[in-house]
Every structure is written in C-alpha cells, then in structure tokens.
C-alpha cells in the first residue's frame, strides 16, 4: 500500500490457536515454522507477556502461571521472521 511517499507492506500469514487448557496454563497453536509468537494473558493488576517461537512443524505453546487471576482475551501478537 502506498500514498505515494510512504509504501506499506504487511505480509499475511498463518496463525492458530489450538487450544487453551486454564489447568495447565497453557495457550498453544500453529504458525508457520520459526515464527515468533507473543501471548498476551490479561489479568486485573496487568497483563503478562510470552513470547515462544515456532518449531520447524509449525508448533508453539505458552506457558503462563497465573490463571486464577487471569482471563484469556484479545493480545495474540504474530510477527515472522
């Protein structure tokens, strides 16, 4: 995209959440192989930050330990390499 002096590029890519397992505080999913994800994990004194990368399948999971106070919401971050 472009306005004539400034171009943007976004390239769209894969990315799926799997599962969401509040036992095991673990979110998980696919991307593409070596992407970086960022999982956002709101809670009432600030939300927390994981950030894991793809294996060479495609495979992640985030661990995050404070479910009880937590609630899974908007804050899934995908960047590629």
């Known amino acids: 995209m472009t306005d004539g002096s400034t171009t943007k590029e976004h390239t769209a890519t894969s990315l799926v959440i799997a599962g969401v397992d509040p036992e095991a505080d673990i979110v998980s999913g696919t991307a593409d192989a070596g992407a ?4 956002n994990v ?3 004194d600030g ?5 894991v990368t793809a294996d060479s399948e495609g495979n992640w999971s985030a661990i995050h330990e ?6 899974l919401g908007a804050g899934l971050g995908h960047r590629a390499r």
Do not use: D
């Not at 939300?47 to 950030?51: E, V």
């Open 47 to 51: 939300g927390r930050w994981r950030s």
């Open 42 to 44: 709101n809670a009432p």
């Open 36 to 39: 970086a994800i960022n999982v």
């Open 66 to 71: 404070r479910r009880r106070r937590a609630v």
